[in-house]
């Protein structure tokens, strides 16, 4: 038996299923490229209480050890990257002028500086709604993104339960729409846009105050050609967002956008999501690995990820990323729009892979 499977197998009897041999290699291959614990997960791509265990089990093996807050290989982990010809994820090798998103920011600079200025006072991220805000240079990419797929002018644009990230707020500046409507649970977030939506007299768009655990009413169903969220990742949560978000599509060919990062969720999650967009008459047309650069919010030391941490030191560069989905809605698709129990709402963030709320 290979050392990579003899660590998984470790793993594995330490109670952690949903892993592979792949994931032992990215934690060592990233480990090649820096000591810091937070850094590692960007590189390696696998959820946080996963990589917490590996590490454990790696540093009794004497295959790393912790100093001063920072995961070291030992002579005996050069040796076993060496033998099992462990390779690093090379991120470094992405473009650099749209930083991997296909959609460079700047392309429409006027839009990006505009909002920039806008967003300086926006309501911070709260731990209680799940929140955390990607970069100005994010938001403006996925409008870019959403409009050079033809998802976004004359068209109708729902933002569901996502507004931290100012999606919504970006799109209203852009005026190319026919009708947007901005939903949140937030009310300070709506208010955010709705004021500025006033000032600068943009039409046909608005954003209210809305709890995704209650149906929509019927001038919601069937209305809108595109819908944008970002839903938690327990399988659960996914499930309800995305049903929530293909109720408000008029027609097949459709589209959604959302974001889902292995921050928070394994790959084999994130096969049951897909094979889950299929079950519900969709296609995924875009996967775009790390487009959506988080910025690090201030309750970090509250969360899980950093109890189960290996490593007292927070994060501080940019370390959370997730990708950038795009969905059709194929003929034949359902709308689901029933009244999702407190029960379900109560299991949305936190589980066995999840940690970052």
């Known amino acids: 038996m290979s050392k990579l499977m003899e660590i998984l197998e470790e793993v594995k009897k330490a109670g952690i299923k949903n892993i592979y041999k792949k994931n032992i290699e990215n934690v060592l291959g990233a480990l090649t490229k820096t000591t810091d614990f937070w850094k590692m997960i960007d590189f390696s791509n696998i959820p946080v209480p996963y990589a917490a265990k590996i590490i454990e089990i790696l540093k009794n093996k004497g295959i790393v050890e912790i100093k001063n807050d920072e995961i070291v290989l030992t002579p005996l982990g050069w040796e076993i990257i060496k033998n ?40 911070k991220a709260i731990q209680d709604f799940d929140q955390g805000s990607v970069t100005p240079e994010t938001t403006i990419a996925r409008v870019l993104f959403i409009d ?41 977030l709506i208010e955010f846009d709705n004021k500025i939506i006033k000032e600068l007299g943009i039409e046909n768009a608005e954003a209210k105050v809305w709890d995704l655990r209650n149906p929509y009413p019927e001038d919601m169903l069937g209305q809108f050609d595109v819908f944008i969220t970002d839903p938690p990742e327990t399988f659960i949560a996914f499930k309800a967002f995305i049903e929530r978000g293909i109720a408000t599509i008029k027609d097949e060919g459709g589209s959604g956008y959302f974001g889902l990062t292995l921050r928070d969720s394994s790959i084999f999650r994130w096969q049951k999501f897909q094979k889950e967009l299929l079950d519900i008459g969709c296609v995924i047309t875009d996967i775009i690995q790390d487009f959506n650069d988080y910025m690090n919010w201030e309750y970090h030391e509250e969360t899980k990820a950093q109890k189960v941490a290996p490593v007292n030191r927070g994060p501080k560069d940019i370390w959370y990323r997730s990708a950038w989905y795009r969905i059709e809605i194929l003929p034949g698709f359902r709308r689901v729009n029933e009244q999702i129990p407190q029960e379900v709402f109560d299991k949305l963030y936190l589980d066995e892979e999840g940690s970052t709320t």
Do not use: H
């Open 84 to 123: 099992e010809g462990v390779s690093a994820i090379k991120k470094e090798l992405r473009c650099e002028a749209c930083q991997g998103r296909t959609i460079p920011f700047y392309k429409d600079i006027e839009l990006y500086r505009t909002f920039v200025e806008l967003q300086k006072d926006r309501p």
């Open 148 to 188: 050079s797929r033809g998802d976004l002018e004359g068209k109708n644009i729902i933002v569901m339960g996502a507004e931290d990230d100012l999606t919504g707020l970006a799109i209203a500046l852009t005026r190319k729409f026919k009708k947007l409507l901005i939903i949140d649970i937030d009310e300070r």
